[in-house]
């Protein structure tokens, strides 16, 4: 008989044939992201209903724009039977395209098994019709059915494996695509199907008496598209609800992180460190057991961020931080305070002996170990350790007791630990004040300088004066330079300090000079902070043109350790400082372990002995009189003038102008005197003369 279509419907049914493909897609997206297995099979059942009756759907819209001579009519039973084949091939699908892992052989037999149950779906929806005589299906196109339905279904749970990441770039543009894709190969399915059908003549419909054929089109198109919209819609909404929920969990996440852990070093702050310090002091209240704080400093790390810069000091905490963890047990806790300030919180310990060890293993890998961080810079902690329950029974105090236990250990000389001590407290209490004292100092002028004159080598005649700066404080009273000299240095304040000194010494050169005395050259130390300023010559040449002062007129004093820490620049900068007039000396010689080959290449004014040669003239007898004259003969050589410090004796003058010692200052000759009284002095010399 001759079959006929009805163009319209054709059409629609490959617009729901597309539309039930995007829909699969789009569902495997989703499921694929679900976490929850109970989840994941839910959506799976209700997205192969809907699935399942799209794809239906457009085979029975494409059977209703079939017509024949005769009255058409479907039975409801095996329709019924059709819709449950699409279904089930539908979840078939979903199943086989969310699993984990998607190997070639699954893809297959799921290709297979859903093009078997859509082919198996289409000829049974034809078997509804209940011709007679039954169709005859021509054998080429029947297995060309077969053949594109399994093909068709292998190409769709491909690229719906493909298409999942709901993340990816144009999904939904690369999803319509393939659903138009799919949607032309089903058709193509079910229309190749329909022409492997051979329909006799004078065969009739032994269902034409079922559902008007009008009705049931109209309402299974409005019904497909409901179904198929409304299970879109479900979709989107959970997947950006899902979306959501993953934003805001991510977010919660990086908040829990910001507020447990350091952004820099990743390791706990002090937050947290808090918290576990409080649970670790309630286990061991129960079950009577000791526990250690280690309190870290970095020795000279702010030396490294002046000089180096902060992303430089960023590489060495990070760095420190892992070599750290690598130094404790795996149960100890290593948090960052801020800054360069570490702590290790060890639970469970014997005895103060292990509190020990665990320091000292910590300085000795630090010290030794070799890492493979490629951070070039070695730097050293100082450790305070307090202990629970002896040196505290709360969070506050022990860490406030472990704090004031490494300063005692940087007093001790650094790189080294020390247990809290009761004393620490009273320590720690007068270096907090000196802090205080020195954030104002300069403003309220609490500052002044003395000045110790020095001496030619006859030891009459004055050669100049050596400027020290006291402090004076309202509350703390007088302060000797060894006192807040140190804290300043680690505070970094040394540095404004440092030319206040340069300043007030050039104004009392210039109120001498106006009172008619002679203009001295005046010598003033160089703290170690100071050397590390990249602009200090330009500095201080300003300052000094300033204040009107020659440069000739300002010596500034190294001290041999400082001066040898890093001998190559230490003589760019003599240089520097000498090409601009000013003069240098190196302080305390014979404490470092100068080079002779740097020593010749400073080429230095003056050397000034350290007191405590001078002093060996005198303990020493002979071989201290070697030292010393072993020295000046040295320096003579070097063409380097020489002073000696601390002369507190008769016979240590005697000796010095016997070993033609060019300077002398000391107790003996003088004393540190104020500006007014090196004034006077200043007279008496030259009425003397």
């Known amino acids: 008989m001759q079959s006929s279509y009805n163009f319209w419907l054709v059409t629609i049914s490959l617009v729901v044939a597309t539309l039930a493909s995007y829909t699969a897609l789009d569902l495997t997206g989703r499921i694929f992201l679900l976490a929850s297995a109970r989840l994941r099979h839910a959506w799976r059942l209700g997205g192969a209903a809907a699935l399942g009756v799209g794809i239906w759907s457009m085979h029975f819209i494409a059977m209703l724009a079939f017509s024949l001579p005769i009255p058409l009519g479907y039975d409801f039973a095996t329709t019924a039977a059709s819709l449950g084949l699409a279904i089930g091939a539908s979840y078939l699908a979903l199943y086989v395209t969310t699993l984990q892992r998607l190997t070639p052989g699954r893809l297959l037999a799921g290709g297979v098994l859903m093009g078997f149950g859509i082919a198996g779906m289409h000829y049974t929806g034809m078997a509804a019709l209940q011709m007679a005589p039954g169709i005859r299906y021509q054998p080429g196109w029947f297995a060309a059915s077969l053949a594109i339905a399994i093909g068709a279904s292998t190409a769709a749970l491909w690229m719906a494996r493909a298409l999942s990441n709901d993340g990816a770039r144009h999904v939904v543009r690369k999803r319509l695509g393939a659903a138009l894709v799919m949607g032309v190969a089903i058709s193509g399915m079910h229309y190749t199907a329909m022409a492997a059908a051979d329909f006799v003549p004078g065969a009739i419909c032994g269902a034409a008496k079922g559902v008007n054929a009008t009705w049931l089109a109209t309402s299974v198109i409005l019904l497909t598209f409901a179904i198929l919209t409304v299970t879109l819609m479900l979709s989107r909404f959970d997947a950006r609800n899902a979306l959501l929920i993953g934003a805001v969990s991510r977010l919660n996440g990086q908040i829990v992180r910001l507020a447990t852990l350091d952004t820099l070093t990743g390791l706990p702050n002090r937050s947290t460190l808090t918290d576990r310090i409080e649970r670790a002091i309630l286990s061991a209240r129960r079950q009577r057991t000791l526990f250690a704080i280690l309190f870290m400093d970095l020795d000279g790390f702010k030396t490294i961020n ?105 007093r001790a000389g650094r790189s080294t630990y020390r247990f809290f001590e009761r004393s620490m407290n009273e320590a720690a209490t007068r270096t907090l004040q000196i802090q205080n004292a020195l954030h104002d100092a300069l403003a309220a002028g609490h500052f002044s300088l003395h000045f110790q004159p020095k001496f030619h080598g006859n030891g009459n005649s004055l050669a100049g004066a050596e400027a020290l700066i006291r402090l004076h404080h309202p509350q703390l009273g007088a302060l000797t330079p060894l006192e807040f000299i140190p804290i300043a240095e680690r505070s970094g304040q040394i540095v404004q300090i440092g030319y206040w000194v340069v300043r007030e010494t050039c104004r009392q050169i210039r109120r001498w000079v106006s009172q008619g005395l002679p203009a001295m050259k005046v010598a003033i130390n160089l703290s170690p902070r100071q050397l590390l300023q990249p602009n200090l010559v330009a500095s201080m040449l300003a300052i000094v043109e300033a204040e009107g002062v020659a440069c000739e007129q300002i010596m500034f004093e190294i001290t041999e350790t400082v001066a040898m820490q890093d001998a190559p620049k230490t003589i760019e900068m003599i240089r520097e400082f000498q090409a601009s007039g000013f003069e240098i000396a190196i302080d305390d010689f014979g404490t470092g372990y100068s080079s002779l080959a740097y020593l010749q290449r400073f080429r230095v004014k003056q050397l000034k002995i350290d007191r405590f040669f001078t002093n060996g003239l005198d303990a020493h007898g002979p071989e201290g009189s070697a030292i010393v004259s072993a020295i000046i003969a040295l320096a003579h050589s070097l063409e380097m003038d020489v002073v000696a410090e601390g002369v507190e004796t008769e016979s240590q003058l005697g000796m010095l102008k016997t070993m033609r010692c060019d300077e002398m200052q000391g107790f003996l000759l003088g004393k540190p005197l104020g500006a007014d009284d090196f004034a006077n002095l200043l007279r008496e010399r030259m009425v003397a003369a």
């Open 306 to 410: 002046d000089s180096l810069g902060h992303s430089v000091g960023d590489q060495v905490l990070t760095a420190f931080a892992q070599r750290l963890l690598q130094c404790v047990r795996e149960t100890d806790t290593v948090a960052r305070l801020g800054g360069d300030e570490f702590v290790v919180l060890a639970e469970n310990l014997g005895s103060r002996e292990d509190a020990s060890a665990l320091a000292e293993g910590v300085l000795e890998r630090m010290r030794l170990g070799v890492w493979t961080d490629s951070q070039p810079l070695q730097v050293m902690p100082s450790i305070g350790i307090a202990l629970y329950p002896h040196d505290g029974d709360s969070v506050e105090t022990l860490l406030k007791h472990a704090d004031a236990a490494m300063y005692e250990a940087k």
